[in-house]
């Protein structure tokens, strides 16, 4: 398994997860404190911008990010700040120079993932259409599995995948979600919930070099640097 070590330097991400209250954003919130468990895990230093807090003006300056992870709303053109504006858009998405970029949002990987590749984002990864993120139900914890689902890009990542391989590896999983759901038919909503699945894996695209990775310095195969 690939797995990279910090050798040179100390890895930086910034994790945004706007929150107003709603369920969406809510389980965005629950998604984005998962990714920045796993990120400390590794040893990153994270910065975050939550609730409130979330938005373009406090976007810090003078720093250089290799992850920046977005969990919330977005727009084709657009991720959308705590304010209702966009925190990121064509105007300063070169911000993302140099950064694998992972957008949990909406209609983003379109527009706005060419753009951020076209200014020197490494790759950005996002969603063509909308993203499906449902409640539980009494039946089935439906909310942990698609959590779990949107955390796989990242985590493959930290694992030492390619951005392709992520993008394959959030597919997979989704369309055994599906199955799985097709299969048990733990209520009314399986059925419904396995089409979700699906769509999330077929929005899901990315933007920027295939074998883009984390962690360029040092990687390791079967224990041996290379």
Known sequence: MLRWSQKCRKM???????????????????????CIEALEKEAFEVDSLEGRDARRKNLPKNKKYDLILFCGHGKE??????????????????????????????????????????????????????????QST????????????????????????????????????????????ENNRYDNFAEVMAAWMRHNANSATYQGAPNATLGEETFVIKGYEI
């Open 138 to 181: 009494e039946s089935h914890a439906y909310l942990s599995d698609f959590v779990r689902t949107l955390s796989v890009p990242l985590l493959s990542l930290l694992e030492g995948y390619t951005i392709h391989q992520a993008w394959e590896s959030f597919q997979t999983l989704c369309r055994e979600y599906a199955a799985e759901y």
């Open 77 to 134: 053109r657009a991720l959308i700040g705590s304010d209702g504006r966009a925190i990121f858009d064509d105007d300063n998405i070169d911000y993302a120079n140099g950064s694998v970029f992972i957008a949990i949002a909406c209609e983003s990987g379109n527009w706005l993932a060419l753009s951020a590749a076209s200014r020197g984002a490494k790759a950005y990864f996002g969603f063509r259409y909308l993203v499906s993120l449902p």
């Open 12 to 34: 930086r991400a910034l994790v945004i997860a706007p929150y107003e209250g709603s369920k969406v954003l809510e389980a965005a919130s629950i998604l984005a404190h998962v």
